[in-house]
């Protein structure tokens, strides 16, 4: 306990009257001082602290109770329709359950958006949106087929509007010299788009990369040339006309946009169900196994990635040449338009905006193009311009596509909270500003922060009389400034904290290592002959570091 006397602070000793041999009666001291005034007078940073965590800016549904917790899944898979993570909420003591995956939910809306369209649109725009409409059907179905080949298989192929325009070509052909029905059209492409991509697989397993991409480039404008002079497939007419098509003729107008709308609707969700079917089961799961540069760790456990990259190529060629047989059959024939270089080209503009490896990627890419080519067409050529420079954009600002753009910002805020957080911090003090932004954790940096206030507050206590005190008794009873000063070295990390060895003639201080299996080092050579001159060493140790930190 102490008392005042004579405006001083004065620690009595309550082991002195038990006549302990070197007790001291009485000792100058430090005053007390309340916790909340040595924050007050340490404190550097003036930032204004916020509450810990952030507002909840989506919806937390209560936990399931007692009641069986049912799943719903995908017919045949075992694929959960919404991906649903439970935990118990320490803020408000109860289950949470909260949708990890929002992604269905989104398709779904975005797909009832669609259907309703025709229902929704005005008399004056129907005929342009609806014709836009059944082009977006199409080409998203393409884009989704070749986003297989491109994002899943890892093979740069150029070739994808040669597949659906051979197809499509000869389907009209039969159609048109051998009274082929339109139901046919379809599966007899798929056979074509067979035989056609299983040609055109046969280089990818020597070629890759640059060059394949420009042997496919080629096929394609080889069989652009090939149709264009042949007489047989319409070099006179710019085109094959005259297939069989499901759109009844008897119908008017309105009624045939809307079948057709419809119909290349219908053909893009099958679409998708392809690319979900192989993305994400097992040829998609090896070929992730062994993305770029990673293939020979892949062929080392077993998988044959080179046979997983073909078998897509294949079944994405099979369904290019439904594709293009439903193309016949949805536009009563084709023109040389398909196979031209600028088609290729707003293909590939559809999946780079969109983002390559995604399946929403593909579909909105194909969205936005379609709509500035065809919606907007009287905009004349600058819409293609407006296209570019949308493209352009994307490839310098955004890393995958628009729906990267999500990833990104959690990135760009993470790397500006980390930089808002280097600028509180002061060299010498909680973090080096370089340190800070490699932080993840807040809890290390306002820990730190502490730290640096506990020793602001403690070099004041270091006074020649406390150095004394110590020097007298190094484990008898101390003052309050000086308990404070041993709590706080006690409390230190184990790696570099000094210790005594005991020496065959004395001791020695050393630095603990930290780690097992590590010998301490010693820090100094000077020998101290008994444990109170060494434990009275290692405190000077403490306070020098202390007062040069």
Not at 106 to 135: D, I, K, Y
Request: proline content about 4%; glycine content about 10%.
């Amino acid at each position: 306990m102490s008392s005042t006397e004579a405006g001083g602070t004065i620690w009595r000793n309550p082991l002195y009257v038990w006549d302990k041999e070197g007790q001291t009666e009485e000792l100058p001291t430090v005053p007390h001082r309340s916790h909340q005034d040595v924050w007050e007078a340490t404190r550097s940073s003036k930032v204004a602290l916020s509450p810990v965590g952030r507002l909840r800016y989506y919806y937390k549904w209560p936990g399931h109770g007692a009641a069986t917790w049912n799943r719903w899944r995908y017919w045949p898979t075992r694929r959960r329709l919404l991906r649903i993570h439970g935990e118990y909420n320490p803020k408000t003591l109860r289950r949470e359950k909260t949708i990890v995956d929002k992604r269905p939910i989104w398709w779904v809306m975005g797909l009832l958006v669609l259907a309703l369209v025709p229902l929704l649109t005005p008399m004056r725009l129907e005929n342009t949106l609806l014709t836009a409409g059944a082009t977006f059907g199409i080409y998203a179905a393409i884009n989704l087929c070749w986003m297989l080949v491109i994002g899943t298989a890892g093979i740069f192929s150029l070739a994808t509007y040669a597949v659906v325009g051979n197809a499509a070509f000869l389907t009209a052909f039969l159609s048109v010299q051998f009274g082929l029905p339109w139901w046919l059209l379809p599966p007899v492409g798929a056979v074509v788009g067979l035989i056609f991509g299983g040609l055109i697989a046969l280089p990818a397993t020597r070629l890759d990369g640059f060059y394949y991409a420009l042997l496919t480039l080629g096929l394609n404008e080889l069989c652009r040339v090939y149709f264009v002079t042949s007489k047989e497939f319409g070099a006179a007419t710019g085109g094959l006309y005259g297939a069989d098509t499901y759109i009844p003729q008897e119908w008017s107008q309105s009624g045939q946009l809307q079948i057709a709308y419809y119909a290349c609707l219908a053909l893009m969700l099958l679409a998708l169900l392809l690319y979900r079917f192989v993305n994400g089961r097992r040829l998609g799961r090896i070929l992730r196994m062994a993305p770029e540069k990673r293939e020979a760790f892949a062929q080392a456990t077993g998988v044959d990635f080179r046979q997983a990259r073909v078998r897509v190529f294949l079944i994405s060629s099979v369904a290019l040449g439904f594709i293009g047989g439903f193309y016949s059959a949805n536009f009563g024939g084709v023109a040389f338009s398909l196979f031209n270089f600028d088609t290729v080209l707003l293909g590939l503009a559809m999946l780079v905006i969109g983002g390559i490896g995604r399946a929403d990627g593909a579909v909105v890419g194909t969205l936005i193009v379609v709509f500035f080519d065809k919606v907007m067409i009287t905009l004349g050529p600058p819409r293609l311009i407006i296209i570019g420079l949308i493209m352009l954009a994307t490839v310098i600002y955004l890393r995958n596509g628009i729906f990267g753009i999500k990833q990104q910002f959690r990135s760009w805020r993470n790397k500006k909270k980390s930089e808002r957080r280097s600028t509180r911090a002061e060299k010498g003090g909680e973090l080096l500003p370089e340190e800070a932004t490699e932080i993840n954790n807040a809890d290390e940096a306002y820990r730190r922060r502490y730290d640096k206030m506990q020793r602001d507050f403690l070099k004041t206590l270091v006074t020649p009389d406390i150095i004394d005190e110590h020097r007298r008794g190094p484990q008898l009873q101390h003052s309050e400034a000086l308990e404070r000063l041993l709590i706080y070295f006690r409390s230190q990390p184990q790696p570099d904290k000094y210790a005594i060895s005991a020496m065959d003639d004395g001791f020695r201080i050393v630095a603990l290592s930290g780690f097992r299996g590590v010998a301490p080092r010693v820090v100094e050579d000077k020998i101290y002959k008994t444990t109170k001159d060494a434990y009275h060493g290692v405190f000077l140790r403490r306070v020098h570091d202390l007062l040069e930190s």
